[in-house]
């Protein structure tokens, strides 16, 4: 085993040892200190786009400001999250964050659950000293799941970078200098006509109200919705999600980072193909066909009947003309199941699944 060396500093007069090669933002928060971030999203490489995770190191009379999220902790360093020069500086950047910004939280869509907005909130930013010209507004394309407001675009690249560095498919990049700076595609062509694969990513990173989900848009608060922890169904990966469901209508799928196997990324299947759901054409009864034609049943009705077949066939020919498929599809328990099922209760070992090749 590699032993990494570990180094010894002080945060906020709280005396730590870490491994080497831990940023100074990953030394906080590893000793319970919380230091405010935009930019940041634990997935992604640092970037140091937004400032506000700005900390004071203490060298004698020269203590500098740094952003403690690209910044490695070395031995002996002496750290202040909170002193009194951190906390101006921080407003100061939320204020020029906040001069490109329009104040309409009210009725924006992440309200409740914008970082920037609780930042404001924590810092008392009401309003900018500086030159203010926010611009842009909700992009009227066809692109069905993805709502984008130019306006309230931070420019923390973290959707630029979460679709190059994990989807790596580079559909969008910063564009234009100075107030006209913005994300988005080439020669502002709807995702639809570019290298997107819809996968939502950037809408998940989105610390903002810039990137949301469209079919959740007038649906509810982030408060409002019961989160249901569930495991996506459409392949064998099974990553973790969230319904977000509101008056028993899923209305988004969301995941979150640090949840295995997937670390909060979703695919465009997991992430927006849920409407099936909802599908007037979906099957809620079993169908048990009756004189040549399908007809609904009840569950014990059509489990009793499958069971009698069962046992027709097993005392006719044998279990082991009996076999089980299951599916990649299902999770681990229901395979599980599939397979107690068909040793111990069918008793055959005929039982097999797609994955296993
Ligand atoms: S993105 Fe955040 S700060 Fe901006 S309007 Fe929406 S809730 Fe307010
Ligand atoms: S939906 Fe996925 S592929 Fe498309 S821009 Fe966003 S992260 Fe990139
Ligand atoms: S759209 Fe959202 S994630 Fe992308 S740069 Fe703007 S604020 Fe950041
Ligand atoms: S979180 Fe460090 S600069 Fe944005």
């Given at each position: 085993m590699v032993m990494v060396p570990k180094i010894k500093l002080t945060i906020d007069g709280k005396a730590t040892e870490i491994a080497k090669g831990k940023t100074i933002l990953q030394a906080a928060n590893s000793i319970g200190i919380n230091i405010p971030t935009l930019c940041?999203?634990?997935?992604?490489?640092?970037?140091?786009?937004?400032?506000?995770c700005m900390v004071e190191i203490e060298r004698g009379n020269t203590n500098a400001l740094i952003t403690s999220c690209n910044t490695e902790a070395t031995d002996g360093m002496t750290i202040r999250t909170n002193s009194e020069k951190v906390l101006k500086t921080r407003k100061m950047v939320l204020e020029l964050i906040l001069?490109?910004?329009?104040?309409?939280?009210?009725?924006?869509?992440?309200?409740?659950?914008?970082k920037l907005q609780d930042l404001a909130y924590e810092y008392n930013v009401?309003?900018?000293r500086f030159f203010e010209q926010p611009d842009g507004g909700v992009v009227n394309d066809r692109n069905p799941v993805i709502q984008k407001d130019t306006?309230?675009?931070?420019?923390?690249g973290r959707c630029v970078r979460i679709c190059a560095e994990?989807?790596?498919?580079?559909a969008i990049d910063f564009k234009n200098r100075g107030f006209d700076t913005e994300t988005g595609t080439p020669f502002g062509k709807?995702?639809?006509?570019?290298?997107?694969?819809?996968?939502g990513q950037c809408v998940s990173t989105?610390?903002?109200?810039?990137?949301?989900?469209k079919q959740a848009v007038?649906?509810?608060r982030e408060w409002e919705f019961k989160q249901v922890k569930t495991t996506c169904a459409?392949?064998?990966?099974g990553c973790t999600m969230y319904l977000n469901v509101t008056g028993n209508q899923v209305v988004k799928v969301t995941s979150k980072v640090g949840?295995?196997?997937?670390?909060g990324n979703l695919c465009i299947k997991g992430r927006f193909?849920?409407?099936?759901?909802?599908?007037?054409?979906?099957?809620?009864q079993p169908l048990v066909k009756k004189n040549g034609k399908f007809e609904e049943a009840t569950w014990d009705e059509a489990l009793n009947l499958i069971a009698t077949k069962f046992r027709e066939i097993k005392a006719k020919?044998?279990?082991?003309?009996i076999g089980v498929f299951s599916s990649s599809r299902c999770t681990n328990e229901e395979n599980y199941l599939a397979m107690k099922f068909t040793r111990?209760?069918?008793?055959?070992?005929?039982v097999d699944q797609c994955a296993r090749t």
């Open positions: 940041h999203d634990p997935r992604l490489e640092p970037f140091a786009g937004c400032r506000v001069s490109d910004h329009p104040k309409d939280c009210m009725t924006c869509e992440k309200c409740g659950s914008c009401r309003e900018s306006s309230k675009c931070i420019l923390c994990i989807q790596q498919d580079y709807s995702l639809l006509d570019t290298t997107c694969v819809l996968c989105c610390p903002v109200g810039s990137l949301v989900e007038g649906k509810g459409y392949c064998g990966v949840t295995i196997p997937n670390d193909g849920y409407d099936f759901i909802h599908h007037p054409d979906r099957l809620k020919h044998g279990p082991e003309h111990a209760v069918i008793g055959t070992n005929n």
